[in-house]
């Protein structure tokens, strides 16, 4: 069985920054790629940044340069600095993982979330 645990959400005032974990255990052969979402209250969970193993990022068109993903292979934790935030980045951060079985058998997992409040 695989876990996701996320760590590093809060409250914060407009402007500033928060880091967010995510570690994964368990049973695990690989990890293909890490990933973090968000979703805002009435919203849709929306891409906020994702990595490979290989260190290949992407992020959401609504992060415009502020935030930064990164990774750690040998501890399977994945990493979101967020900086210069704003009200709009209020939401539950959710962690997902691309996974490979011991079997080969890919698959994914996703942590129960974080939240991230920013007061403006």
């Known amino acids: 069985q695989v876990q996701l645990v996320e760590s590093g959400g809060g409250l914060v005032q407009a402007g500033g920054s928060l880091r967010l974990s995510c570690a994964a255990s368990?049973?695990?052969?690989?990890?293909?790629?890490m990933a973090w979402y968000r979703q805002a209250p009435g919203k849709q969970r929306e891409l906020v940044a994702g990595?490979?193993?290989?260190?290949?990022?992407n992020y959401g068109d609504s992060i415009k340069g502020r935030f930064t993903i990164s990774s750690d292979n040998a501890k399977n934790t994945v990493y979101l600095q967020m900086n210069s935030l704003e009200p709009e980045d209020t939401g539950v951060y959710y962690c997902?993982?691309?996974?490979?079985?011991?079997?080969?058998?890919?698959?994914?997992?996703w942590g129960q979330g974080t939240q991230v409040t920013v007061s403006s």
């Open positions: 997902r993982a691309d996974i490979k079985s011991f079997q080969g058998v890919p698959y994914d997992r």
């Open positions: 368990g049973s695990i052969s690989s990890i293909n790629g």
């Open positions: 990595i490979t193993r290989g260190g290949i990022t």
